[in-house]
């Protein structure tokens, strides 16, 4: 069947609303949005049967390519039995093999406790919630305070963004009903006297390198310490690898570069995969026989707790990391991806490239030395990724920054392509500022 687009493109203007979206431009007639129609490996398809590379993981979530084999086919083989029933009050095998799994993936054992949820938003408000009840059920009623860090996203409902350190995701109001303190570098926290410390009850923070801040890398020791000064002062410490888990930053979670156990961890976009909507928070059994007994029960949940099918993905994406030795494939890739960003930045219009791992990126500016920023206003990091898509390439910018983030199962000449088609964007739009 061929597919009608201009009405479908009509209909799509007049009922849908996209996230982080200006829908005025959105919907003015001379836009015309690219309708994602299949997709195998690195490489999506559009309505026009114009070929990208998915250079964002489709913003940060596939990591085995898409439609791999076996993902596919663990959900086809789950649909063949049922595909969602309750986690509330019910369980079955696909939920209690995966939370197994996942425990085993932190070599000690002291993440032993798995509470499943629907996205990166909500595992942390479990962990977020599970944190607070916590001291107050268990002799530290003072400890109310969430520390997280200047420019950390957590997500986008209320509790969430209410740790965020970007104004622009935080919304109209910053009081979402707990009070956090923000801080900026270890030096801040350190600095914090006794009287703020014991309230405490817990410090958030993306562990190696802060996402939508625009892939801002912490300093090399920096968890650690922070784990160090959490461990003195029992406050519990929580790591949103909601995008670093799952063998983004070389390691299957960041924590595992610094040797950090936390007490709490948010794991969502990779989790399937990048195929369904599914998160978990893990934590201890310290944490978890805070809730035993009369009257400490964890009252949380979403409807889709558990999810049969979402755990029947990351159950096979865990399978792919096995069977196709992902972790190891990855220095090699890194390497490339070194090779490509240094590429780069030797265009006039880049500077401060950066990388964690699978992570890569590179700043926009007007000039090099002195580095002049463009002016936010010109958007341009946005033209230099809308430009991308005539040579390829998918991606997505923080402001000026650009983002190459692609799925684990990239190869060397994917690699080069795409930083190829992301040099042909940069020349082609800031050539004429
Ligand atoms: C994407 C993201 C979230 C939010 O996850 P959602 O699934 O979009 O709710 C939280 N923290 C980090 C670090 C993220 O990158």
Known sequence: MV?????????EKRHLWHPFTAMQAWCDEAHEPLLMVEGRGCKLRDQHGREYLDGNSSIWTNVHGHRHPVIDAAIAAQLQKVAHTSFLGLTHEPAIRLAEQLCALFEGGEL??????????????????????????????????LLAFDQAYHGDTLGAASLGGIPLFKGSGNDFGYEVITVREMAEIAALGDDVTRRIAGAIIEPLIQGAAGMRIWPKGMLKELRAWCTERDVFLILDEVMTGFGRTGKMFACQNEDVVPDFIALAKGLTGGYLPMAATLTTERVFEGFLGAGKTFFYGHSYTGSQLGCAAALASLQVFRDEA??????????????VLGQLSALPNVIHARQCGMIGAVDLVAQKDPAIGFPPEALTGAKVCQAARKFGLLTRPVRDTLVLMPPLCVTEAELRQMAEALAQAITEVCRGS
């Open 3 to 11: 597919m009608q687009i201009e009405p479908l493109i009509e209909l």
């Open 112 to 145: 032993s406790r798995v509470f499943y949820s629907d996205n990166g938003s909500t595992a942390i408000e479990s962990a977020v919630r599970m944190a607070l009840q916590y001291w107050q059920q268990n002799g530290h009623p003072e400890k109310q305070v």
């Open 326 to 339: 992902v972790l190891e494939s990855l220095p090699n890739k890194m390497e490339v991806l070194s090779d």
